[in-house]
C-alpha cells in the first residue's frame, strides 16, 4: 500500500480533460513538501512531468498542469490524445519514510 | 544531452548478491544528487536508495535497509547500487536517476536493467 494514494485507473476520450488525483497526509503534501509527477509510457523509463507542484519541463506540452491544496495533488490534462495513454505517478518527500510514490494511475485514451 | 545507463543487472539466487552500475554523462556529475528507484515486475515505482552530491550522505528505504549499498565515483562519473542477501521480493528493474537541483524529484532516468532473484 502506497504513502501516497492515486486512483488505479482513469479514462477520457480524446479532446476531453482528465484529472489524477493524489492524496497525502500531513507528513508529506501536507508538510509543505511538493508534489511532483511522472509520464511511463509502455515499455520506457519514466519521465518527468512536473515537478514543484505546479511546474513544466522544457519540451512537456502545456497540455499538462498540476495543482497541489492541503495534503493532495493534482494531475489535469486537457486536450487529450491517443499518445497520452501512459500510468502517471506522482511522488513527494515524506518527513517519515523519505522519498514516497503514488501507486500509479494507468490513463486509457478511448 | 544527459544520459544515464546502467548495467549489471541479471539472475541470482535467492541470499546472493549484485552490483549495478549507473554511467552518467553530459552533465557534471559531481554536482547532483543520485538515486535508485526500482518497479516490480507488472507494479509500480518504488525509491530504493539515494547518495549526496559528494556522497558523504546516503539514504535508504526500510526494505533494503542493511542489505543494499550506495556510492558513487565522481572520478568516473558512475553511481553503483551493491546488493547483497538478496530476496526474492527484490527482483525488479532498476532504474539510476539523476535528482533535480531545486526539488526533490528526478529530471532523468536511466533506460533500467532486470534484477531477477530466483532458484
Known amino acids: 500500500q502506497s504513502v501516497l494514494t492515486q486512483p488505479p485507473s482513469v479514462s477520457g476520450a480524446p479532446g476531453q480533460r482528465v484529472t489524477i488525483s493524489c492524496t497525502g497526509s500531513?507528513?508529506?503534501?501536507?508538510?509543505?513538501?511538493?508534489a511532483h509527477w511522472y509520464q511511463q509510457l509502455p515499455g520506457t523509463a519514466p519521465k518527468l512531468l512536473i515537478y514543484?507542484?505546479?511546474n513544466r519541463p522544457s519540451g512537456v506540452p502545456d497540455r499538462f498542469s498540476g495543482s497541489k491544496s492541503g495534503t493532495s495533488a493534482s494531475l489535469a490534462i486537457t486536450g487529450l490524445q491517443a499518445e497520452d495513454e501512459a500510468d502517471y505517478y506522482c511522488?513527494?518527500?515524506?518527513?517519515?519514510?523519505?522519498?514516497?510514490f503514488g501507486g500509479g494511475t494507468k490513463l486509457t485514451v478511448l | 544531452e544527459v544520459h544515464l545507463v546502467e548495467s549489471g543487472g541479471g539472475l541470482v539466487q535467492p541470499g546472493g548478491s549484485l552490483r549495478l552500475s549507473c554511467a552518467a554523462s553530459?552533465?557534471?556529475?559531481?554536482?547532483?544528487?543520485m538515486t535508485w528507484v526500482r518497479q516490480a515486475p507488472g507494479k509500480g515505482l518504488e525509491w530504493v536508495s539515494g547518495?549526496?552530491?559528494?556522497?558523504?550522505?546516503?539514504y535508504y528505504a526500510d526494505s533494503v535497509k542493511g542489505r543494499f549499498t550506495i556510492s558513487r565515483d565522481n572520478s568516473k562519473n558512475t553511481l553503483y547500487l551493491q546488493m547483497d542477501s538478496q530476496r526474492a521480493e527484490d527482483t525488479a528493474i532498476y532504474y539510476c536517476?539523476?535528482?533535480?537541483?531545486?526539488?526533490?524529484?528526478?529530471?532523468?532516468w536511466g533506460q533500467g536493467t532486470l534484477v531477477t532473484v530466483s532458484s
Open positions: 547518495v549526496s552530491a559528494s556522497g558523504g550522505y546516503t
Open positions: 514543484g507542484n505546479n
Open positions: 553530459g552533465f557534471t556529475f559531481s554536482d547532483y544528487a
Open positions: 500531513t507528513s508529506n503534501i501536507g508538510a509543505g513538501y511538493d
Open positions: 536517476a539523476k535528482d533535480c537541483s531545486s526539488t526533490s524529484c528526478y529530471n532523468y
Open positions: 511522488q513527494s518527500y515524506d518527513s517519515r519514510l523519505t522519498v514516497v
